[in-house]
């Protein structure tokens, strides 16, 4: 098929500038470009309702459009096809039939007739209530509010997006606006690429807040479902200014133009966390700038989404570098994706000064414990909690202490840890991690650009900064099945994992949120606030008694049930010989089971090991301010 003139000398300039800017810097794999107008209406987005129309040149023939499937960031097929209601295909006024693919549930196919070069595409994003927008603000999400022709890689595609604000909103995004006029905007045309990696905030309560004062712009765009929710503490503001300069200290370079954290504060907007190149959409609870224990886990997220834009979106492995939004992703080298983002999304944090050093210790104490009391790690090697991530991350509740979810997150934190400390170790302190991170997503300054790496070049590197043997170290640990969990990083970093009485931190902050218990270190379960129990852990008492996820317990030791009951019983069990008795209901039906334990409460707690040098507080020591 030839192509018009046009449209080849565009190619050939947009291909000269990528080779020159190495920009957005994928690989051109089609050989068409298309430039596609896309006008997003959002007046409605607190109805949960957003209306898009999409104008998108065409050849008369059959045509092929794709509704995005495979979303950067979320490593699945997530694209919300159910959520695309509506749709309508037009030329020239004239309805034009479509088909849904018969297996490809993303695809349409229709005719385009003769003398037709132009297609209007319109359709609505009806989103779950409570997922993407509440009566005060939304996310826009570009990816969910268009159609593209099949096959073209998305860097070929440009698009030149609009969005109408409903009356008096505000927004921020990382797009550069070309016009302005009250409630709509027009944002400059993008490749496709770049407009799904740029999404925006818009809300009713509006607020941004500068980072850095003059060089690269570093900003905070908060949207709330109120505007008390807005207020930062003069303290909470400094962590986030020091934030901003531990991470581009930590990697030696930055990657980006410049950068915002797309902040929606709500409690029914549904919680976010998603990384892109010069933003991130990070969705927490409305009073998380002023509640100390979500402050904390606002931390950990925003340390986490932005130390992405180097460790995910410029340094990028190659199994999940896709040339559009059709192509499959893998997922077996997460554990450097999500992992070490994991863990330099607590080291951040501590670094800034939003966490403290014990902030820190209980984070860590509470996922080395997850890990190592997991009893699937008896059957599932690490790498495969990543290779089925498109199965692993919408894993039901039930039986997950058996199952492992994604684990490479919280493992591979402490593999990372681990890595770390090793490095520190064996050159007494001269180097660390830090050096690993400059030599690997450091460099030149430059705009967004993605580097591709494989399990070989992360052994490299490795190599490069402390000759060991990594492929071993890391296949052990990634590969192979191994009944504990990866504590090196702990012990030899001068500290021990425990369990004592004391409640967890962050383990308590986990049960105030999603109204549960968590005893799964104790009888071995985690248990709503009701009574049902969510998971049970296989090896430990309450499973060997044989209690069960979905069963609801009715009463402990002859008293009702109430969580402080279970408290009060665990903890007597120290001195008190008899079983536990547990009266539960399963479905209809009700039996007692006896729990044989002894241990009294159990959280996990880190403590010095005074014998060994304390390399953990060097790992959190500020490095920039
Ligand atoms: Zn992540």
Redesign the pocket.
């Known amino acids: 098929m030839l192509e018009t003139k046009k449209r080849y000398e565009r190619k050939v300039i947009f291909l000269s500038l990528l080779l020159l800017l190495q920009t957005w810097s994928i690989a051109v794999f089609a050989q068409n470009t298309v430039s596609i107008k896309m006008n997003v209406d959002a007046t409605e987005a607190s109805r949960s309702l957003l209306h898009t129309s999409l104008t998108i040149p065409v050849k008369p023939g059959p045509l092929t459009l794709f509704y995005p499937k495979w979303i950067p960031?979320e490593h699945s097929p997530t694209g919300p096809i159910n959520d695309m209601v509506g749709l309508r295909v037009s030329a020239r006024g004239k309805q034009i039939p479509w088909r849904r693919d018969d297996i490809e549930m993303f695809a349409f196919h229709c005719d385009i007739p003769s003398g037709v070069n132009v297609i209007e595409v319109a359709f609505d994003d009806v989103s779950q209530p409570g997922t993407t927008s509440t009566a005060q603000l939304a996310r826009i999400k570009w990816n969910r509010l268009l159609v593209y022709p099949r096959g073209i890689s998305s860097d070929a595609v440009r698009v030149q997006a609009s969005l109408k604000l409903p009356a008096g909103w505000k927004y921020g995004t990382a797009l550069s606006a070309a016009r302005e006029m009250k409630n709509d905007l027009e944002f400059k045309e993008v490749s496709l690429t770049e407009l799904v990696d740029s999404p925006a905030v818009i809300g009713a309560h509006f607020r941004k807040v500068a980072l850095t004062s003059g060089g690269t712009l570093h900003e905070m765009d908060i949207a709330a479902d109120s505007p008390a929710a807005l207020e930062i503490k003069p303290q909470t503001l400094v962590g986030f200014q020091n934030l901003v300069k531990e991470a581009p200290a930590l990697f030696g370079a930055r990657h980006y133009r410049s950068y915002r954290f797309l902040l929606t504060l709500s409690d029914y907007g549904g919680s976010e966390?998603?990384?892109h190149h010069e933003s991130s959409e990070d969705g927490v609870g409305e009073k998380a700038l002023s509640d100390p224990g979500q402050l904390l886990d606002l931390g950990d997220l925003l340390g986490?989404?932005y130390?992405?834009s180097w460790n995910?979106k410029y340094r990028r492995p190659a199994d999940l570098t896709t040339p559009d939004f059709e192509q499959p992703m893998k997922g077996d080298l997460l554990w450097v994706?999500?992992g070490l983002?994991?863990y330099l999304?607590k080291v951040l944090p501590t670094r800034s000064g939003l966490w403290t050093p014990e902030n820190f210790r209980q984070s860590i104490a509470a996922v080395a414990a997850e890990m190592d009391n997991q009893s699937g790690r008896k059957w599932r090697p690490l790498v495969d909690t990543a290779t089925a991530v498109q199965i692993t991350y919408s894993s039901p509740r039930a039986w997950m202490n058996y199952r492992r979810r994604v684990d490479y997150?919280f493992e591979g934190l402490l593999l990372w840890m681990e890595a770390d400390v090793l490095i520190r170790s064996h050159s007494q302190g001269k180097l660390s991690l830090d050096d690993f991170l400059h030599k690997f997503h450091g460099g030149q300054d430059s705009p967004p650009i993605v580097r591709t790496y494989t399990f070989d070049d992360i052994v490299a590197t490795l190599n490069e900064v402390m000759p060991y043997d990594w492929r071993e170290f890391l296949n052990e640990r990634v590969n192979m099945v191994a009944p504990r969990a990866p504590l090196g990083g702990i012990t030899n970093g001068g500290w021990k994992l425990v369990y004592n009485e004391t409640s967890n931190e962050e383990i308590k902050f986990n049960e105030q949120q999603k109204k549960f218990r968590d005893f799964t270190y104790s009888v071995g379960f985690i248990v709503k606030d009701d009574g049902t129990l969510l998971d049970v852990s296989p090896e430990k008492p309450a499973g060997k008694a044989g209690l069960a996820p979905g069963m609801k317990v009715i009463s402990i030791n002859g008293r009702g049930w109430s969580s402080d009951a279970l408290h009060d019983a665990i903890a007597a069990t120290k001195t008190n010989a008899a079983p536990l008795e547990f009266l539960v209901e399963n479905g209809s039906f009700q039996q007692t089971y006896k729990v044989d334990y002894r241990g009294g409460e159990r959280y996990p707690h880190l403590e010095r090991d005074p014998t060994k040098p304390d390399l953990l507080s060097e790992i959190i020591k500020p490095h920039a301010h």
Do not use: F, M, N, R
Request: net charge negative; charged share 25%; hydrophobic share 15%.
């Open positions: 960031g966390g998603l990384e986490h989404e130390a992405h995910g994706y999500e983002t994991e999304g997150y």
